[in-house]
């Protein structure tokens, strides 16, 4: 795998759901493996703490996590880990909720710590909790793409419904990324999309980004079994082409950092 040096802008994608188990951690391996066979340098913060699992699905062991981080243990290029296709993959920790609560300032910390990984990487991606707690907000704030994953059950949607509520609320964002997840058809995506656009639209005023839906398939499964992404499975899979339309529609995205919020890779707004 050649992957070459960047001094490019980082593009920051969050990923997020209402719901837990919706395919947030999918979502974020299969982006990552598209992105790395492509030759980009990719990091995944793994930001679902306490509940972290990238590293498990990509076989990693972790050389230690933030917590350490934010101790003065270790500085943040000592727990960068990196999995055989490349990626690299930076973990929350489990214990973060317990060591040390996720208040404002111990999630801004964590942001800013990234600063030290500048220029290092085309992408980051962040898998970030389920629901809508202050650190999902402040997380989601921070990246310059906002993607919430979304199934077509009622909980699903009442969830995704009340998370983007309080990320237009609370954090005045718009172009929110909607992604219908595990759709049969592409029309059941095409509909799941247009029935949260509806409700957002009708309640909030706030208009939703398409960009596309993941099918379901049993590849997910089958592939993070063996420790990969489903769309190394071959160019000819329903997966590769679901997430091949999508990193095509998220390229076309331009990057406009937000002023006055603490981002990622630019701590000091
Ligand atoms: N498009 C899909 N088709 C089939 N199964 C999927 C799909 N996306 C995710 N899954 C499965 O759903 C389960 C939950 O996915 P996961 O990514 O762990 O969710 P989350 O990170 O949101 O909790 C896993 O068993 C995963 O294999
Ligand atoms: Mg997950």
Redesign the pocket.
């Known amino acids: 795998m050649t992957q070459t040096a960047t001094n490019t802008e980082t593009r920051v994608i969050g990923i997020a759901?209402g719901k837990?188990?919706?395919?947030?951690?999918?979502?974020a391996i299969n982006l990552a493996t598209y992105h790395a066979l492509k030759g980009r340098k990719v990091l995944i913060f793994d930001a679902?703490i306490g509940l972290g699992n990238i590293h498990i699905a990509l076989r990693n062991k972790l050389n230690g996590n933030l917590v350490d981080v934010l101790e003065g243990r270790k500085e943040i290029q000592d727990i960068l880990v990196e999995s055989e296709t490349g990626i690299s993959i930076i973990s929350g920790g489990n214990g973060l909720d317990e060591s040390l609560s996720l208040n404002n300032e111990n999630t801004n910390n964590i942001i800013r710590a990234f600063a030290a990984l500048e220029n290092q990487f085309d992408i980051m991606i962040v898998?970030i909790s389920?629901g809508a707690s202050q650190s999902v907000l402040h997380f989601l704030s921070a990246c310059h793409h906002q993607i919430v994953?979304g199934t077509n059950e009622p909980s699903s949607v009442a969830d995704a419904y009340a998370l983007i509520k309080l990320m237009h609320l609370n954090l005045g964002l718009s172009d929110i990324i909607f992604i219908p997840?595990?759709v049969v058809t592409k029309q059941e995506g095409s509909i799941l999309f247009e029935k949260m656009n509806t409700i957002t639209a009708k309640f909030l005023g706030v208009a939703l980004n398409f960009i596309g839906s993941?099918?379901?398939?049993?590849d997910?499964?089958l592939a993070?079994n063996k420790g990969k992404a489903a769309i190394s499975m071959g160019e000819t899979t329903t997966c590769y082409h679901d997430f091949a339309a999508i990193v095509d529609a998220i390229d076309k995205i331009s990057i406009n950092p937000k002023s006055g919020e603490i981002q990622f890779f630019n701590p000091t707004k």
């Open positions: 759901s837990g188990g919706v395919g947030k951690t999918t979502f679902d898998d389920a994953i997840n595990k993941i099918s379901e398939s049993s997910y499964s993070w």
